[in-house]
Structure formats: C-alpha cells, structure tokens
C-alpha cells in the first residue's frame, strides 16, 4: 500500500517531476509557465508494475501516456495462426522516458486501441486525457490550440512513415511479383535463346 | 512478454485491495450524505451552483482573470444580488403567504361549497344505499393538511436557512479544489478500470451539468409566462403561484399539473367568470406549450437518455423513496446509472472479446 504513503510525502517533488516531463514533452514544449502549471493540475500520475498491461488492444481508449520512468512495450497480436487460442504477443517497439503513446485517441470520437501497452519494467507514466484536453481548451483555447497543433503534426509525421512504410512495402511486393514471373518464364532474362 | 504468474497474482490482488477502497470512501461518503439530515439537500444545491457557474468561471479564466477570482467573482455577484432582491422579493412573497394563510379557510370553504352542488345531486341519488359527503370530507382533509404545513414551517424555514448557508461553502470548495479532489480519488483507482472509470466521470460530468442547468432554465421560462400570464390577468398571489409552477416544474410528467392546481383552484373558488378561470389555466397552458414546443426538444430532450415509460416509472419509485425530492432527482440519477452500466458491461465485452 505504498502508494497511499506517496500521496502524502512526495507531492511537492512529485510536481516537479510531472513538471518538467510535461515541459520535455514535443506536445507542451509550447506552453508558457502559466499554462504549464494549467496543464500539471489536470494530468494523472500511474504507477504500473512490471509485465502489468496500460491499456489492451481492441479496448476503448480515452487518451494518452507520457513515460516518466521505466520502459514500456507496445505489442499486437498475431492472428496468422488462425485460432485464438494459439494468439501471440510480438513485441512492435519498446518505449523509453520521454516517449508518448496513444496519442490518436486523443482526437478520436470513439476510440480503439491498436495495440497493446505493457510495461517491460516498473513504470511511472504521466496520463494525458481527452477529457483533459477538452478542459485545457475551454479554460484556455490558446494553449489548447498549441497542443492540438503539436498533436497534429505529431499525427501528420507517423501518417508520413506509415505511407512510406507502405509505399516500401508495395515497391517490395512489386519486384517479389516481377521476380515470380522470372522465375516461371526464364526467356524474360534471356530472350536472345528464342 | 511473458508473465510470472506470482506477479500477476500480486497485481491482481493490488487492483483489488484499491477498488475495494475506492469503494469503501465512495459508500461511507454517501452513507454520511443520507445519514446526517439535510446534508443531501445541501450537497445537490451545492452541485447545482457548481454546475451554473462553471460556464461562467470558464469564461472569467479565459479572458485571463486567475482562477480563485474567477470562482469569487459569481459569489460575490450572486451575494450581492441575493441581499438587495431578497429585501423587496422577500417582502412581495411573505406579504403574498401571509394572505393565501389568511384566505386559506375561505378558498377551503368556497372548494367544499363548489362540491356541495354535485355532492347533493348524487345523494338524492344514492339516498337508499348511501349518504355521500365528499365536500365536507375533501374540507377537512384540505384544513388539517394546511394546519399541518403551516405548523411546519418554522422548521422549514430553520432547515432551508442551513442548507442554504452550507450549499454555497460546499459549492465554492467544490469549483475551487473539486479537481485536485478527483485526482486523488482517481489515483487509488486501480489500473484495469482507470480509463473506464476516468471516461465514466467526464460523462457523468458532462450529463448532469447539462441536464442541471436545461432543468432550471425550463423552470425560469415556465415560471417567467406563467407570471406574465397571471399578472396580466390579475389572479392573486401572482408571484407566489409563478415560484410554485416553476418549482413543480422540475418534477416531470406530474410536475406541471401539481404546478397548475392552486391557480386554478384560487380561480375557481374566487367565483371568476369562467373566461377567467379559462385564461387561468390557458396562462398553465402556454408555459406547457413552450416548454414543450421549445425548450423540451431543443435543450433537454437530447439530454436523458431514457424511455418515457422509464421515465414514469423512475418517478414513482423516486415519489416512494425520497417524496418530492426523491421526484426531482430520480430522473438524473436513473440516467446516470444506466450510463455506469452501460460503461462497465462495454468493457466486460471488450475484455471477453
């Protein structure tokens, strides 16, 4: 029950700490102080064991997470087996302090995880909402409008890897094509043999 | 990753050690709340104030004025305008009750004599088999019910007075640090339920604070034209039956008849022309029709989310339960306790699926 004791003792470091990841963060590098300390009233701190699951993919989500301490990994299932049963976690990527994860429900209307989030060791995670963003917003539009443009070039950048990702992968499956057909019509390398 | 099944256990059993605080200080919260007498009333004031002057505050803090201003600035103008319309408002409705006290035998009287006609009518009838005497009957029910209220209105007025003295420090604590307040509540929360429990609270939030506020413009509108209309036909009592229509009026379904009984009974005993008491109740009427009209599907039907036949239902049991009260807010708390159940079986399924 350690946490109970936390709350009472290291409140005041505790602010500083959730301070200064706000301030590190690519979503409220923007901010001035007053609109920091808007932002540091409204976000919740979470504390998650190791191996202890942040959110699940296919679960509804409501928001995002900033990583203050410890390593998180972002998982999916693979589902190419067929069954259920035999579902498997593969490991996407693993996040360090000061990497942010579910941004886009942050935005969306309702929801759906991509992914799995789990901490790959003890965590402190600072928690950013959609219902926090909407109170930033409606207390103070001009910070609200920073996030939201920072959110959104956020949003913009992992579009533009994911395009190219799939521009790769078309190209790749366009010369594994074109090397199929080699390989069945050998007088496309050599039509001099005709 | 693959997990200890020890860790897992330690997990699981920490999530329950804080979801069974969690609802330990939620139920002795409440417990406390139902326990000490008027508490309740002083609390659901309280949130009615926090949720009118949160637009407000929002508006104060985003044109710049700091937060603990912006909280003061509506209590201060709220204060100031209380004392000075209380001074002639006050004056206007003790003056009025005092009246309708004094009258009360004679608009009782002047029912029963309206019953005597038919009541006599049916007793010539009825004469072999039986006497009937509903005039006499319904006047002396009305006057020990009346004597009764009138006897307890010290004790209203003490309870009011409290309850009205406490609201606003609940609610001024409640805008102030209610916040900082959630957030501790929410971090014992454990973390399989946080996002359910967190999305939960921003809609319960958002649900009652709209609901709140459309309920008490629809009161302020029904109670503004009734004493428009009463005043322009020169009924008695004006403000007093305007206050009445747009108190009842927060109870639906029954509360606009309950709202348009005394008017129309203090029409009728008066002796009015029938085209007075016609307008009377086409004053009850025309509130009705914009309410209804207007406000009803333009502000709060998009608000509950419940069947009319719910609705009814919720009512009565709410009646049962708390009396009038209980019929004023049995509807928001029906509605919000749909919203937790629909909540938490969405994520049994996701969690299944």
Same mark, same amino acid.
Request: aromatic content about 8%.
């Given at each position: ?26 979503? $409220? ?5 007053? !609109? ?50 035999? !579902? ?20 969306? !209307? ?16 600072? /928690? ?67 | ?27 002795? /919260? ?8 008027? +508490?309740?009333?002083? $609390? ?149 339920? $946080?996002?359910?429990? +967190? ?9 009652? /604070? ?19 209309? +009463? ?27 309950? /709202? ?28 009705? +029709? ?64």
């Amino acid at each position: 029950m350690n946490y109970l004791w936390d709350n009472i003792f290291r409140r005041q470091e505790r602010q500083q700490d959730v301070k200064s990841i706000l301030s590190n963060n690519f979503l $409220f590098r923007n901010l001035n102080k007053r !609109e920091l300390s808007l932002a540091q009233t409204l976000v919740h701190i979470r504390r998650y064991r190791t191996g202890e699951a942040i959110f699940r993919q296919n679960e509804s989500g409501v928001g995002m997470y900033i990583i203050g301490k410890g390593r998180v990994e972002i998982s999916i299932f693979d589902d190419s087996t067929g069954s259920k049963q035999n !579902e498997k976690e593969i490991v996407v990527t693993t996040l360090e302090p000061g990497d942010f994860f579910g941004e886009i429900s942050l935005v969306e !209307e309702t929801s759906i995880r991509s992914a799995t989030a789990r901490a790959a060791e003890d965590c402190v995670l600072v /928690g950013f909402f959609k219902s926090d963003l909407v109170e930033i917003l409606d207390r103070s539009p001009e910070a609200g409008i920073k996030i939201i443009f920072r959110l959104a070039e956020v949003l913009g950048r992992r579009l533009k890897e994911t395009t190219d990702k799939i521009s790769q992968l078309k190209k790749e499956i366009r010369m594994i094509g074109e090397m199929q057909e080699v390989t069945r019509d050998p007088r496309r390398i050599h039509p001099e043999k005709n | 990753m693959i997990l200890d099944g020890s860790i897992q256990k330690k997990i699981k059993r920490e999530n329950l050690a804080k979801l069974f605080i969690v609802l330990a200080i939620i139920t002795s /919260g409440l417990v406390a709340i139902l326990a000490i007498p008027g +508490l309740l009333t002083s $609390f659901l004031l309280a949130f009615v104030i926090t949720y009118l002057f949160k637009p407000i505050i929002v508006y104060l803090e985003r044109k710049g004025v700091r937060q603990i201003f912006a909280i003061l600035l509506p209590f201060l103008v709220l204060g100031l305008v209380i004392s000075l319309a209380s001074h002639y408002i006050a004056n206007l409705i003790t003056e009025q009750a005092t009246s309708f006290q004094t009258d009360l035998p004679k608009y009782i009287n002047g029912f029963a004599d309206t019953l005597k006609k038919p009541t006599n009518a049916l007793s010539k009838a009825l004469l072999p088999y039986t006497k009937v005497d509903v005039g006499e009957r319904a006047a002396s029910w009305m006057q020990n019910y009346a004597t009764g209220m009138i006897q307890k209105i010290p004790d209203w007025i003490s309870q009011f007075l409290s309850t009205l003295l406490l609201a606003p420090f609940l609610a001024f604590f409640m805008l102030k640090d209610g916040l900082t307040i959630r957030r501790s509540l929410f971090s014992l929360i454990p973390n399989n339920l $946080f996002e359910v429990a +967190l999305n939960l609270s921003s809609q319960i939030n958002k649900q009652l /604070g709209q609901f709140i506020r459309a309920r008490l413009l629809e009161a302020l509108i029904v109670g503004l034209v009734v004493w428009l209309g +009463l005043y322009s036909i020169g009924t008695p009592y004006t403000t007093l039956l305007a206050l009445f229509a747009a108190l009842t009026n927060l109870i639906p379904y029954l509360g606009p008849i309950i /709202g348009a009984i005394p008017g129309i009974v203090i029409a009728f005993v008066n002796h009015d022309s029938f085209g007075l008491i016609a307008l009377v109740a086409s004053a009850y009427l025309l509130a009705q +029709l914009i309410d209804i009209v207007f406000v009803i599907p333009l502000v709060v039907a998009r608000i509950v989310n419940l069947h009319p036949v719910t609705v009814v239902i919720v009512i009565v049991v709410g009646s049962q339960i708390m009396g009038i009260l209980g019929m004023i807010i049995s509807v928001p708390v029906a509605s919000i306790l749909k919203l937790i159940f629909t909540e938490f079986y969405n994520h049994v399924v996701d969690i299944r699926s």
